[in-house]
């Protein structure tokens, strides 16, 4: 079919073919029936668009092996967008998008506009348009919308569809079309928050709780007696109800990190897990580097994040909010995202129904508060076995980095490096020397621990360390001083991606450079010496209590400071 194609279009004088004018014609006509009052019409012109725009990739697929063809179905491909771009396609999909119903062609819609918004040609365009249609708050809609049956019912419900493969129940194919609707509008919240218009018309928007349907059961009067004395002594109460606000990034986040929403019994899920728990990581290398890794040097060069296109054609949806990963990712490049992500959230605990409480101590303990953060709250997704949520996490990490005054507390708090270093260690057996002073988690697994398989991942992760270095000389100290340098060079020493070993070398000068005013040698002797102050103090924490052997006299006090004989 493809050489026929291109046979065809290869001719001048083919009848077949149409002309410019009648081309005209006919996306006029499918732009009309997309803002048709009929349901069913606007239904057909969705799925009309969403075929005319994926048709030439089925017919390349198709094809043997020529040039001609490959060019031919690009073409054919660029045109159908740009025209339908250049017709402001963009405002009735939206508008079939929003119907959540797949009967009126939502599923199609969606599809379209994801296969617009991460086109190459009109991505950009597309996604202006996207904005100045309100895409935003639509699809915010679609992804924070209730699913068929309340989430705790949704491992029961994929069970069920699992071992009924060839007769699925209603309440299963519900709730697999509503994760393909979440999984397209979260793509193109990915998608239109590249740009930074995108990103500002996303962190800005806030619903009160209000605004989030919930299929959960009817709450208790207990519940509700709290609820309003949580609103009684809420001070920054807002005019919703006496309820504060909650920014969508806080809902949507909220919904990222609640596993239950993924259909753990889909064999696309196995898959993920099997490749993430295989124990040659690094064999599948090649596997995401040809689409990934084009951009990387001007990513380089800039010393910014460029945003990945999320193009869910295709792709399986067991993990519905898999890109909402990208859109945190998106948001971090902002002040404003950094800022929500790095802010403190504190939080108590009620010891009791008796508020006033007589004792000192008692009420103390009431006063302390645990603090956290959303990145504190993200730093597991990087062990995720979804490849799109390690990459927009990795990604997230990276941009937080840029936020200097946070360096401080992501070393010596959060612990970033080793969460980072976490994914970069592998399963090569460390000598002695190298294990003084590193995190026995590095190592423990032994020849079970995996490196992370990903190219783009390690890549992130390594620049976030490599900003974490460049940061100041107090953050280099720290890194020193916990062996980063042990598991950096193993792991360069396996990497065959030229990009990441250029990062991992970068790291490296950082690490094994001698600080001004220092002498030469100085940054392995300070690693050593807190590793022994470290024993040294451990020691005195279990003999408190116990008297010290008296000072040998022999030993003057030169020596007794090079206690591990280190220059």
């Given amino acids: 079919m493809a050489t026929a194609v291109s046979s065809n279009m290869s001719t001048d004088n083919n009848s077949s073919t149409p002309e410019g004018g009648e081309v005209d014609t006919v996306y006029n006509e499918l732009l009309n029936f997309l803002k048709a009052t009929r349901a069913d019409l606007r239904k057909a012109a969705a799925d009309a668009t969403l075929a005319t725009l994926v048709s030439s990739s089925s017919s390349f697929s198709s094809s043997d092996d020529d040039g001609a063809d490959e060019a031919t179905s690009t073409a054919i491909n660029n045109e159908a967008a740009q025209r339908l771009t250049t017709l402001n396609a963009i405002q009735p999909l939206c508008r079939i998008a929003s119907t959540l119903s797949p009967d009126h062609g939502s599923i199609s819609a969606l599809a379209a506009l994801s296969v617009l918004s991460s086109h190459d040609l009109v991505g950009n365009q597309s996604i202006e348009d996207f904005l100045d249609a309100k895409g935003v708050g639509r699809m915010l809609e679609i992804a924070l919308s209730s699913p068929p049956t309340p989430v705790s019912t949704a491992a029961s419900v994929s069970a069920l569809a699992s071992d009924n493969k060839e007769e699925p129940s209603k309440v299963a194919e519900e709730w697999k079309v509503w994760r393909q609707q979440v999984n397209y509008a979260c793509a193109l919240l990915a998608n239109a928050t590249r740009t930074e218009r995108g990103a500002i018309d996303f962190i800005g928007l806030s619903f009160p709780d209000e605004a989030v349907p919930s299929n959960s059961s009817r709450k208790t009067d207990e519940s509700k007696e709290e609820e309003k004395e949580a609103d009684d002594d809420n001070v920054g109460a807002s005019a919703y109800g006496k309820r504060e606000t909650k920014p969508t990034a806080t809902l949507l986040l909220s919904r990222f990190l609640n596993p239950s929403y993924i259909d753990t019994s889909s064999p696309a899920h196995d898959r993920a897990v099997a490749s993430m728990s295989a124990k040659t990581g690094m064999d599948d290398l090649e596997e995401y580097d040809s689409d990934d890794d084009n951009n990387l040097d001007d990513e380089s060069n800039n010393n910014e994040l460029e945003p990945q296109k999320m193009d869910p054609m295709g792709e399986e949806y067991y993990d519905p909010y898999q890109h909402v990963a990208a859109v945190i990712m998106n948001i971090a490049q902002l002040d404003t995202g950094r800022e929500f992500l790095l802010r403190l959230i504190h939080s108590s605990k009620k010891s009791s129904d008796n508020k006033k409480l007589d004792s000192i101590d008692e009420e103390k303990k009431d006063n302390n508060t645990q603090s956290t953060s959303h990145l504190q709250s993200l730093l597991?997704?990087?062990?995720?076995?979804?490849?799109?949520?390690?990459?927009?996490?990795?990604?997230?990490?990276?941009?937080?980095?840029?936020?200097?005054?946070?360096?401080?507390?992501?070393?010596?708090?959060?612990?970033?490096?080793?969460?980072?270093?976490?994914?970069?260690?592998?399963?090569e057996e460390l000598s002695i020397d190298e294990k003084v002073g590193l995190d026995p988690d590095y190592w423990l697994l032994g020849p079970q621990k995996v490196r992370e398989p990903d190219s783009l991942v390690r890549l992130y992760v390594t620049e976030a360390l490599l900003l974490l270095l460049a940061s100041g000389r107090r953050a280099r100290e720290t890194l020193r001083e916990r062996r980063t340098y042990v598991i950096i060079k193993l792991a360069d020493m396996v990497e065959e991606n030229e990009e990441v070993s250029e990062r991992m070398l970068e790291c490296v000068q950082y690490l094994r450079r001698d600080e001004d005013g220092t002498e030469e040698g100085s940054s392995d002797k300070r690693a050593y010496e807190k590793y022994a102050r470290g024993l040294l103090e451990s020691n005195a924490a279990k003999n408190k209590g116990l008297k010290a052997l008296p000072m040998s006299t022999s030993c003057d006090a030169g020596e007794e400071e090079d206690y591990d004989n280190i220059d």
């Fill in 380 to 427: 597991p997704q990087l062990t995720s076995p979804n490849l799109h949520r390690r990459q927009g996490i990795a990604g997230t990490l990276k941009n937080c980095c840029f936020s200097r005054d946070s360096i401080w507390w992501l070393l010596n708090v959060v612990q970033m490096d080793k969460s980072l270093l976490l994914t970069l260690a592998g399963p």
